[in-house]
């Protein structure tokens, strides 16, 4: 049986549970970050289940790509935020980028299926 709605794809649940760890970390940032680092990758992090969920209801396959495509460059911004908050000493990002990258691999996986449709 094919998903329903977005929350039923793995991709999705994955990538929802990495932005609650994103939160989580971001949370013990100093409080000059509110309005810099922590609201940059929180903004990116939530991009990549957000586009995700947008992608998923579009029709066309090249309109579901080009916003998977966006989640994906989303995943990257947020890996140089991790790579930041880390060399500033915000804390240990190691989990947070293994998540990164599995979130990734699942979403290249899906997206090459979508191109497969074609």
């Not at 990257?76 to 990164?100: H, N, P, S, V, W």
């Amino acid at each position: 049986m094919a998903s329903q709605t977005f929350q039923d794809v793995e991709v999705w649940q994955n990538a929802h549970r990495w932005v609650l760890k994103v939160y989580e970390y971001s949370e013990r940032f100093p409080k000059h970050e509110l309005y810099g680092l922590a609201s940059q990758l929180r903004r990116a992090a939530v991009s990549v289940p957000a586009n995700f969920a947008e992608g998923f209801k579009k029709l066309g396959l090249n309109d579901k790509l080009r916003f998977y495509n966006i989640a994906q460059g989303s995943l990257e911004e947020c890996r140089y935020y991790l790579i930041l908050a880390a060399d500033l000493g915000y804390g240990d990002t190691t989990e947070l980028k293994e998540d990164l990258d599995r979130v990734g691999r699942l979403l290249d996986g899906y997206m090459r299926v979508i191109r497969n449709r074609r």
